[in-house]
Each structure stands twice: as C-alpha cells, then as structure tokens.
C-alpha cells in the first residue's frame, strides 16, 4: 500500500479480555515500530523490529503485551487480559532500515477498555 | 526514557504570527526530526536536520540546530488556523534507550486564533 495501513480504528473492549492490533508497514520497509499514546500525551515506545533481527521488546509495559511480525511484513501487537489503564491510542510506524531517518506513521488504533 | 522535551508545552498565538517551539535533549545525535500530529491523527513528519548542520528550511518551517547546546527549535512563520497542532521533536541515533536510538519528546501543543 501507499501508506503504512493499521486496523482496527477503534476497537472498544471489556476489561480481561484480549485485543490484536494490526499493522501493515509500507512495503520495503524493514524497520516497524509500536508506540503508545494517552490522551494528551507523548508517545511511549513499546517494540522495534528490524528485518530477521530479534526484537527490541524493551518498552512493552508487562508481560500481557505481546508483538510479532510475519514474514518482515504485518505485525500484531496482542494485548492480553485488558485493563482500563490500557486504554490509549496504539500508534505503528515504519522505514526504510536502521536509523534511516524519516518515519511514516499509521493513523493509530484507538483502543477503549471497559 | 525521554531524551527530547519540547518546551512549551502549550502555545496559543493569533493567526499570521510567527511561532517558535524549542526541543532539548541530553546525549549525542545522529539527526533531529519533528512531527506534527492532528488531532485524532497519526503524525507526519516535518524536516529533518542532520547533526552536522545548523539550519533547515522548507517553506515555512525554519529548524535550527545547536549540538553545543543539545538544543533544537522549530519557527512556523505567517501562523495559519490549520497549523494547529500538536509538534513532537525525535532525536535519532542516541543512546540510552530502545527503538534503536529513536526518542519522542512530549510535544507542545499549538493553537492557531483565526
């Protein structure tokens, strides 16, 4: 696609259970990000892949969250057992490579817990 | 951990003013980027100036870098209402941190009078 692609919209969901978050990066690029935002706030990095290297799980806040990538292409960040506090907007990004300069960002997923 | 930080936090001018938003970060770079986000929106990116340089332009936007100062700002001349905004810096190639040496400031949230 044209753009860095993320789905759901908006997702509203009931406390405990679980969510996936897609995203779908511009093709050819090798670097995706996940951030998190609250409302009002700055973005909170959550995971980095970079081509077939192992992840940069460093900023996923427990271990409900999860994130993998598919064949260098599509990834699912999955939220398990809900919590209010989870709800925010779940912003992906993608380029070119490593440290490669501009990142292009998906509209967010917007996600609302109960 | 976040190595920007944008100051203000918050700015309201009249329309056709100029407007000035200022990023300081703490370890060495390899470029600084900013971002605009709509309301509701993924961001976009702005410009981009490498460590070695000092100023960008790019129509309206002047970007100015200060490596002794570890300090960035970002000048929108002629203010528009669809400027309105929130502004975010990134610096690129820190340290100190995941998402492979990318960090978001907090950003300042811009408000344009018509």
């Known amino acids: 696609g044209a753009g860095v692609s993320q789905s759901p919209s908006n997702k509203v969901t009931e406390k405990g259970k679980d969510v996936e978050l897609r995203c779908d990066p511009i093709?050819?690029?090798?670097?995706l990000y996940w951030y998190r935002q609250s409302l009002g706030q700055g973005l909170e990095f959550l995971i980095y892949?970079?081509?077939?290297?192992?992840?940069?799980k460093s900023g996923l806040p427990s271990d409900r969250f999860s994130a993998e990538r598919t064949g260098g292409s599509v990834s699912t960040l999955t939220i398990q057992r809900t919590q209010q506090e989870d709800s925010a907007v779940y912003l992906c990004?993608?380029?070119?490579?490593?440290?490669?300069?501009?990142?292009?960002f998906g509209e967010g997923s917007r996600l609302t817990v109960l | 951990s976040q190595q920007g930080e944008e100051d203000p936090q918050a700015l309201s001018i009249q329309e056709g003013e100029n407007a000035t938003m200022n990023c300081s970060y703490k370890?060495?770079?390899?470029?600084l980027q900013w971002y605009r986000q709509n309301s509701g929106r993924g961001l976009v990116h702005l410009i981009l100036?490498?460590?070695?340089?000092r100023e960008k332009h790019s129509g309206r936007l002047r970007v100015t870098l200060d490596t002794s100062k570890k300090s960035s700002s970002l000048l929108i001349t002629a203010s528009r209402a669809a400027d309105t905004a929130s502004y975010f810096c990134?610096?690129?190639?820190?340290?100190?941190?995941?998402?492979?040496?990318?960090?978001f400031g907090k950003g300042t949230h811009l408000i344009i009078q018509p």
């Open positions: 370890t060495s770079i390899n470029n």
């Open positions: 990134a610096t690129d190639g820190g340290s100190g941190g995941g998402a492979d040496g990318l960090t």
């Open positions: 990004a993608s380029r070119v490579g490593r440290r490669t300069g501009e990142l292009f």
């Open positions: 892949f970079q081509g077939n290297s192992a992840p940069d």
């Open positions: 100036i490498r460590s070695n340089e």
């Open positions: 093709s050819g690029h090798t670097a």
